[in-house]
């Protein structure tokens, strides 16, 4: 066990790395020239130089690539001498737009998209849980199918639209919420919640949707296997039967998907947060691609990377305890 | 003196309804069966003799139709509720399904699913179901049971969980046993020594059992008693020696012909045209 768990960590940093290597390249040959963004529009090519030598602009590619990683694990200083900038470990470097600490940047907004994500995921998994199970118990009725259409909406609406109409319903017209403030728990916890509230409903429909369909196909696969009926020949008692031996086989390819997208959302959700105005992760990511700035994006870029593949360790360790089946072949 | 039957079976049809009309897939059959003893039913597949054990467990579809009457010791069991089926399932009519390598859950160990049978119907502690299992699972000759209860059904070969299921059908030692198919998923040395553990369990406990299968070499084996079914209706029945001696039906006699003889100067031949 302890060796699985060591291959699984070893295995990830390696992905970790190659993706680093690869958005690191994608954005070397790809942008355009950092110091001229840095310098902006009235600039001599002489404070141009300066910038370049000061960020290893003018180093190789395989040199810069080192110094990045470098900075990322022991932290690295630009220039030299008494203009040297410090840049503490995990550095990410600073941004070419507002010269901040793209590590800083990332932190302070980063509870913003946690609180969105962790919100959001109790919501759907009750709901998307809650719901394709009784569609599968009462598969065929009208519960069933009406829950599905919505499901169908909710799988096939956009992010944004599903955002705008809560939005125009809710606030505009039915005036039951305030629009949506940044503000913190501690000031006005109200508020705070009546603003996280519409962000919260937004993604959990989506993914409540998704949850819903795979649990209901997968209850009522599990309620036609044969140890269903071994089940029922036993004389168990049928609250008995669901709750053994039909949901644990049916909610465990649930822990999967839940991992993914609860940890692509720590990334950051790009499209909820810019809509909502939320100052998360996300919103980062889509503002700095906008105006191009690239550590920033790279820096966002990792750390979903990170939380996708910690994500994936997380849940393949999860599922030595869940399935048994699993259990042994891993040893 | 007079005793009533462990089961009697009269006039059972059952109907199923279809986009085209309704189908019979069992057809006013009739049948008694005595503790002890053992009745094969032997037909084709879709010939509605695992319908008819179904029916007895209470487990048909609920869109199935029962007419007729099936009596256990006296008991009438047609028209039973699904909550007092519960009372004779595993309890008084144990059942084992043709598929032992998905008829145990594979998240649960083999002791937890024998010990819920056990304590769904006769409560105690974990304990004491515990040493019912471990006698269970010694009875059905499985090795090292002590450590085997907590392994998990893939720990185990196909004919091993047919003995495991076996287990947890005689654990709260039923009247009748229904072996549906049991044999039928496993290779011909495993299917002998299922069928051996078979009728020896049954003459300790002295329950009936019925005992379903396409195959009339396994029925030979095990069967004082023969139905033959076809398409729903039973076309011959008689002891295993009539049945085998001088079959009436020509369903029979064609599938006794299917069989392989020792004494058919053919059989070689044949063999070698398939």
Partial sequence: MVLYLLRRILSALGILLLISLFTY??????????????????????????????????????VQYWEFLRGLVAGRS???????????????????????????????????????????AVLWLLAGIGGGLLSAVKQGTWWDRGAMMVALGGISLPNYF??????????????????????EFGENPLLWFQSYLMPWLVLAFAY???????????????????????????????PLILRRHALRPALTPVVTLFGMDFAGLLGGALITETVFGLNGVGKLAADSIAKNDQPVIMGVTLLAALFVVFGNVIVDILYTVLDPRVRVTSR | MNTTPLLEIEHLTITFPTGSGPVDVVRDLSAVLDANR????????????????????????????????????????????????RTIRGEKVAMVFQDPLSSLNPYYTVGLQIEEAYRSHRGGSRRAARAVVLDALERVRIKDAARRIDHYPHQFSGGMRQRIMIAMALCLEPELLIADE?????????Q?????????????????????????????????????????????????????????????????????????PFEELRGTAR
Avoid at chain 1, 39 to 62: A, N, S, V, Y
Avoid at chain 1, 208 to 233: C, H, K, P, Q, W
Avoid at chain 2, 213 to 230: F, N, P
Wanted: aromatic residues 6%.
């Fill in chain 1, 25 to 62: 390249a994608i954005f070397f040959l790809l942008s355009p020239d950092p110091a001229v963004l840095i310098c902006g529009k009235t600039c001599t090519p002489e404070r141009i130089d300066q910038i370049r030598g000061q960020l290893g602009l003018d180093q190789p590619f395989w």
């Fill in chain 1, 78 to 120: 630009y220039g030299d001498g008494p203009s040297a900038i410090d840049c503490a470990a995990p550095c990410l470097g600073f941004s070419f737009q507002t010269n901040e600490s793209v590590t800083n940047m990332i932190t302070s907004r980063f509870p913003v998209s946690a609180t969105l994500a962790i919100g959001a």
């Fill in chain 1, 162 to 183: 599903v955002a705008l109409i809560l939005q125009y319903v809710l606030v505009v017209q039915l005036q039951i919420l305030p629009f949506p403030t940044a503000v």
């Fill in chain 1, 208 to 238: 409540a949707s998704m949850y819903a369909r795979l649990v209901r196909t997968n209850v009522i696969d599990t309620l036609g296997e044969n140890f269903m009926r071994t089940a029922r020949a036993k004389g168990l008692a049928a």
């Fill in chain 2, 38 to 85: 053992t009745l094969g039913v032997v037909g084709e597949s879709g010939s509605g003799k695992s319908m008819t054990s179904l029916a007895i467990m209470g487990l048909l579809p609920s869109t199935a139709r029962v007419s007729g009457s099936i009596r256990l010791n006296g008991q009438e069991l047609v028209g039973k509720t699904d909550r007092e089926f």
């Fill in chain 2, 182 to 190: 049991p044999t039928t998923a496993l290779d011909v040395t495993v």
């Fill in chain 2, 192 to 264: 002998a020594q299922i069928l051996d553990l078979l009728a020896e369990l049954q003459q300790e406990t002295g329950s009936g059992m019925i005992f379903i299968t396409h195959d009339l070499a396994v029925v030979s084996q095990v069967a004082e008693d023969i139905l033959v079914m076809k398409d729903g209706d039973v076309v011959e029945r008689g002891t295993a020696e009539q049945i085998f001696s001088n079959p009436q039906a020509a369903y029979t006699r064609s599938l006794l012909d299917a069989l392989p003889r020792i004494d058919d």
